[in-house]
């Protein structure tokens, strides 16, 4: 199993500015994704973070606004820039411990923008 | 990625079973069929996932069409605690390519009632 710590759980915030999220897991992982989910929505792949190399981002998605960072195989960050009340959703941080397992998330860091 | 049709809701009684459908028609040889469940301000949890066969585990039962174009996960005895939203979510692996990436549809909110 993998226990993942997210901070913050919740914040509020104002348009313009930016957030860092971030993502600790109990032991090391090759593979680290962030997600968003917005009110009343399913979730939607943001990208995928590698230790190592840049993160690979999905469709819709840009790392002006949403740079990531994986310094180590245990934890890894999620910015959400120049922030819109758009924006405002649960971002979660989801790993797997290799090929042939579940994934495992943590839960979730719920941001306004006001 | 495989698409998945599964109903909006579905309600059931508690210490009774639930069947929770899934039809994913266009699911390709190598896709795993994988069940996640969100419970309210959680993120998602594993529940069990299958390839052909079908699987048990201490959570659930899967239960896999010979032609593998709809599946269904069996609760055998709902509590007040399987009450969440149970997503399908058909997973390409081959080639490395990892677990961890998942398509959420929108998912079946299941209701359970006392």
């Known amino acids: 199993s993998a226990v993942i710590s997210q901070k913050p759980s919740r914040d509020i915030c104002q348009r313009g500015t930016s957030l860092t999220i971030q993502c600790q897991v109990d032991?090391?992982?090759?593979?680290m994704f962030w997600y968003r989910q917005q009110p009343g929505q399913s979730l939607t792949l943001i990208a995928t973070?590698?230790?190592?190399?840049?993160?690979?981002?999905e469709s819709g998605f840009v790392i002006d606004k949403f740079p990531i960072s994986r310094p180590n195989l245990t934890f890894s960050t999620l910015t959400v820039s120049n922030m819109s009340p758009e924006d405002s959703s649960i971002y979660l941080c989801?790993?797997?411990?290799?090929?042939?397992?579940?994934?495992?998330f943590g839960q979730g860091t719920r941001l306004t923008v006001v | 990625d495989a698409k998945t049709t599964q109903p909006n809701s579905m309600e059931s009684n508690e210490e009774e079973p639930v069947h929770l459908p899934c039809n994913h028609s266009?699911?390709?040889?190598?896709?795993?069929i994988h069940w996640y469940r969100q419970l309210p301000s959680q993120g998602p949890e594993y529940v069990i996932h299958?390839?052909?066969s079908n699987v048990n585990n201490r959570m659930a039962s899967l239960a896999i069409a010979e032609d593998r174009k709809s599946s269904t996960l069996i609760l055998h005895r709902a509590t007040l605690r399987d009450a969440a939203v149970y997503y399908c979510?058909?997973?390409?692996?081959?080639?490395?390519?990892?677990?961890?990436?998942?398509?959420f549809g929108q998912g079946t909110i299941l209701t359970v009632h006392p």
């Open positions: 989801s790993v797997e411990k290799g090929i042939n397992t579940e994934a495992f």
């Open positions: 032991s090391q992982v090759t593979m």
């Open positions: 973070a590698n230790q190592g190399s840049e993160a690979t981002y």
């Open positions: 266009t699911i390709s040889g190598t896709d795993y």
């Open positions: 299958g390839l052909t």
């Open positions: 979510i058909p997973s390409y692996n081959a080639g490395g390519t990892s677990y961890g990436k998942l398509t």
